[in-house]
C-alpha cells in the first residue's frame, strides 16, 4: 500500500510536527521503504514473507543511529526523515499486533507469516476481495491531494522547490 503509507506518513508527520523545517521526500521514501525492502527479500526467497526486518523496531532504531552518526547538519535533520517515515509505517501496519516481526529477533528468527501483506496479483484480478486495500489506498490519494491543494504544489514554482528541498510552505 504505497498511497495509504506516504498519505499517512505525511499526516501524521503535519500534525504533530507542523512545515517546520522538514523534508518531506524523505518522510515520503521512509514510509514506503519497509514495504520496498521487504517486498524484494520476499521475492528473491531470502525471507518467506513479505513482512520481515524492515517492519521490525530494531531495524527502525539501528536506522536512526546510523544516520545520527553518518550525517551532520541540516543534512542529518533532512535524512532524518527516513526514519521517522519508517515510524509511522509500522504504526500504519499496526505492527505491535504482529510481535515476531514487530520485536524481531527478540522471539526468534522467524517472522508472522499472518497476516500477509497485501501485495498480490488479485489486488488487481480480484479487487472486490479486497477491498479495505483499495479503501487504503484511496485515503492515502486523498491526503496527498489534500497537500497538493493546501501547500500549491500544482504550481510549477513551488512543485519545483518543493522537489528541491522538501518543504511545505505557506
Not at 501524521?12 to 519497509?34: C, E, H, K, N, S
Not at 552518526?69 to 535524512?79: N, Q
Not at 489486488?123 to 483499495?134: F, I, K, M, V
Amino acid at each position: 500500500m504505497i498511497l495509504w503509507h506516504a498519505g499517512i506518513a505525511c499526516a501524521l508527520v503535519y500534525v504533530t510536527l507542523g512545515r517546520r523545517r522538514i523534508d518531506y521526500r524523505f518522510i515520503i521514501l521512509g514510509a514506503i521503504f519497509p514495504d520496498l525492502l521487504d517486498g524484494l527479500l520476499a521475492v528473491t526467497g531470502a525471507i518467506p514473507t513479505s513482512r520481515g526486518p524492515a517492519h521490525s523496531l530494531i531495524f527502525v532504531t539501528l536506522e536512526a543511529i546510523a544516520i545520527l552518526v553518518i550525517f551532520k547538519g541540516e543534512r542529518r535533520l533532512a535524512v532524518f526523515g527516513l526514519a521517522v517515515g519508517m515510524l509511522t509505517h509500522l504504526v500504519a501496519d499496526g505492527m505491535w499486533n504482529l510481535p515476531e516481526t514487530f520485536l524481531w529477533p527478540m522471539f526468534g528468527s522467524g517472522f508472522d507469516a499472518v497476516p500477509p501483506e497485501p501485495y498480490q496479483w488479485s489486488l488487481l484480478l480480484a479487487p472486490w476481495q479486497h477491498l479495505s486495500t483499495w479503501a487504503g489506498e484511496l485515503v492515502g490519494a486523498g491526503v496527498l491531494a489534500w497537500f497538493v491543494v493546501a501547500f500549491s504544489l500544482g504550481d510549477q514554482e513551488r512543485r519545483r522547490l518543493f522537489m528541491k528541498d522538501g518543504y511545505l510552505r505557506p
